[in-house]
Each structure stands twice: as structure tokens, then as C-alpha cells.
């Protein structure tokens, strides 16, 4: 890692909050203060103590412990992007504390998510003494006993829900959601590990204050792709990781940025979201996950590409059976249409994808989606939520009939029989149409800015920009206008996608891409009017930016029943 602890290209400049940024961040209920606090995301300022978080000195004292003692330290972490990300992130700062950590990932098909107690046994025999789990283990209640029985000991740190107190047997579980009206409640599993890195730092003098910093490109990609919510602390964490990541001397990161075809000076959340995240992810759900986490942590640039290469071919295996099984439960779901929840099953589905199956689906039918595969007499998958309700919850409200279930208000896994897959799609249903409310009704399209006056344009992209990063709890808005139709094309290797050219009430044209969209709307004609709903984005082409109309929903604009409604 470099020495220098903040250089000054990491340093923030934020013009004055734009009109148009601060009518968004005003409608959300922010005062001028706490806007400008929004947009400007200070490292220094935003970040609140670690040692608010419950058992966080316990952990603190016995790591230390564990270091001037030179005992043998394991990282047990997720399989997924935040668990591969906080393993990373937590094996970097102990190394650097003088530790010599060894690490386990669990795998996927083989013992499932979370602590297994074969595992724990086996690391016992290893000869390790401390096992600190990353982005697991809340729940881990048989686990963490057998752990103490066996003389193991144990730290916890995750953020999924509890299903009670935290596990009796560890030294200690660091988890926000532990932590009576904790301001870090939504912290990813590896904010979690960053804060216990902090921690650490304020009680020890084997770690520089400040250069933990150079961590924050492993926050930003665990907290960006398990997509927690990006406001508070979060967004502290990824608008300063985000600048990290850009200047990142990982050569893991460097290589992997390269086989995606992302130029990491330009890196956003997209570029995490959409090209990073996935390819790291797709080691765990076609292989073993271990091959993406000896990516991350690698000193050797020969490897890393090595290895970048093989996870962005194991990626396209991986978006091929997404792909299959997209359009399967794609028709699947033509027959549950009508019901405010989509509970989706096939034997065929396999369990590593469902998740990003799940996603798109609630996307596309604008509801929560929960995806399964069927294996014989149990059935495994994994739920969505959308707009702002809670899935974990939804499933907690059927554990009657649910074997194991995990996750965040967003992201769920569960477990059930499979013969009872359609009496959880009934109870799920009937929780459902019971807790909607006005900002979970998802026949609607919240719409920030309405485009009358105002042009869409890259300079109004650039106005929205400065609320960046963008995600859950802090959506890029949704802007609306009514556009001519001048040209009609469907593009993309498969012709899937559309694109449009659109001319507005002062003739001006705009490129508008619909994702996905070829299929849905055989009713545009050229020449008519449409109302359309779209993100304002910046599209780079041989070095010149030009804004671009990412559509959402459209529909013509002398449509009675429109369902785009003000923030």
C-alpha cells in the first residue's frame, strides 16, 4: 500500500449544490444543511463512532490479544461480493497489523451459506484459535455453542436480521441490527469489517491512523453491490471508496477492471454494479468463491489477469444461464401477474443465478420476486425486494412453513419443502396486499423531475450527477416528457434492446436505449407522441460525452391512466 495517507487527488470539490439537486435532496425532507452535507459526503465528518456498535470492544480486546500472541487467526466469510469483499478487506488490515491470517469461504452447493459446524471442526484441528466470521453468522446460534464446547473461539461480524439475540457462545457479534436505533444499522457486511478496522485503530498503535482509507475501494464494492442503502454512513463510505477506487494499487482490482473493459479513472457505481461485481460473483455461483477472494487479496499482476480472465469466462456461462432462466420465469410469472408478490419455481433454475434472475424480475414486473429452485423434496432460492418493502420481513411473516431463511430488507435467502411452495406463495400474497402502503404500491413510478421548460440534456446530467453514488434509498431520479417519435431501432447482439430517437417541444433530438425492450412495445409508430419515463445518463463515445435517455416505462401520451407520480 502506498504511504502517503490522503493525497490531494483524493481531496473533494463540490461546486455549490445545483438547483436542480437541491429540489431532489429538498423533496426527500433534507434541510440546506443537511443537503449540502448529502452532496459533500466528508470522510472526516460523516462517519459515525464504531464503538456505537454492541461487543465491538470485546472483539477489539480479544483480536488484539490474538495478535501479540501470534495465535492462529481465521476469516470466515460469504460467498457473494460482500463477503469476498469484507474477507479481503479484513485479511489486508490484520496482515498489516503483523497477524498472518489464513481464510475459508464456505462452498455454495457443498455447505451452503453461513457457519457449518464440519468446518468449524476442521479449522479447530487445523490448530486455529480465533475464527472472526465476515458478512455471516448472526443466526448461527448451534453453531457458535459448538464452537465454545470444542474451545473455538468465536467473533461474529455481519448485518443480516437476527432471529433474536445474537449466539450465545461467541465472544462477541457486531451487527448493527443488534444495536438499539443504531445509525449504522444498513452498514453491508463489509462497512461492518471496515468499522471493526477502525476500531482496532483507535485501541492499537500497529496501524496508521488514516491509512485505513486506502481500504475504502473494498467498502465501496462490497456496500455498491449488495445494494444496502446508499444514504448516511453508506454514502459516506462509497463516494469516498469510489475515489479510492479510482487511483487503487490492487493489482487484483486493476486486472479485474481490465478484462471488464472498465477504465477504473471513470469508475462509477455502474461500473460495480454491472461489470466488477458480477464477474466476481460468478466464481460462487457456477464454482467455488475462493478463485474470485485470491483475485482481490493477490500481490501478482501475471495471477490476477490469470485469473480476471477466468472469472469474466466463468461470467459468461453464468449471464448464458441467466439468460435461460430469465425467460422461463419470465413466462412463469404471465401467471401470477395479478398478485402483488411473484413466488417463482422450477426445478431446472439453478440456486447460484436465482438471486439475479429474482432482481431483474422484480424489476421488469415493478413487485417483489422470490426465486427457487426445487431439488427434489426441499427447495432453495433467493427474494427481491422493490421500492422500499421489506422482504425479510414478507418471508418472517410465513416461518411456519420456511426451513432457514436469511438476509436484509432487500436481499433474501430461504429454504423451505418444496411441496409447500404454493402455500408460501398464498401466505406471502396475503402479508402482502395486507402491509402495502402508498409508497409501496408498485403499480407506480415515483418521477423527480418533470421535463417541460427544462431541456435533457448533459449539462442537467451533471446537475443530477452530484448526488452520486447512486442506489437503494438514493435512486437516480426518474425524469418525465413527452417526445415525438423519429426513429425506431432495435439493436444489441440478439436485437433485444431499443433505441429510439426523440424530439422534444423545442426540437431537440435525444438518444433514448431501452434495455431489454424490443419485445414490449410493437405499438410505437414514428410520427406519435409518447409519454415517457427515463434516467438521464452520460454516454461516452471516442472521448465525447453526450447525454442518453435510459428508458424506464412509456406508454402514448393521450394515455388516461398514467402511472408516473411525483416524489
Known sequence: MPKTIWDKSLAIDVDIISDVASDLLLKRGLSSQEANEFVIASYEDGLHDPYGLKDMDKAVKRILLAIKEKQQITIYGDYDIDGLSSCALLYDALSQMGSKPALYIPDRFDEGYGLNTKALEKLKAQGVDLVITVDCGTTAHKQASQAHKMGLDLIITDHHEPDGDAPKGAVACVNPKLTKESKLRDLAGVGVAFYLVRALIQKSKLFKPGQEKWLLDLVALGTICDVVPLVGDNRVLAKNGLKVLKISRRVGIIAL???????????????????????????????????ALDLLISTDIKDATKIAQELSELNTKRQEDTKTIYAEASEQAKQYKSQPILVLSSPDWSQGVVGIVASRIAEKYHKPTIILQELGKTAKGSARSFNTFNIVQAIQSCHKIIESFGGHSFAAGLKLDTERIGELRYRIVEYTIANMDVKNNFKTLPVGIKLTGTQASLELYEQIAKLAPFGNSNKKPYCCGVYEVEQIRLVGSDASHLRLLLRDENNITHTAIGFGMASNYGWLQKGHNIEVVFELSENIWQDRKTHQLELIDMHPSEHKNSTYKPN
Open 257 to 291: 477492471a481490465t478484462a471488464s473493459g472498465v477504465d477504473l479513472s471513470l469508475a462509477s457505481e455502474t461500473d460495480l454494479g454491472f461489470k466488477l461485481g458480477p464477474r466476481l460473483n460468478a466464481a460462487g455461483r457456477l464454482a467455488h468463491a475462493r478463485k
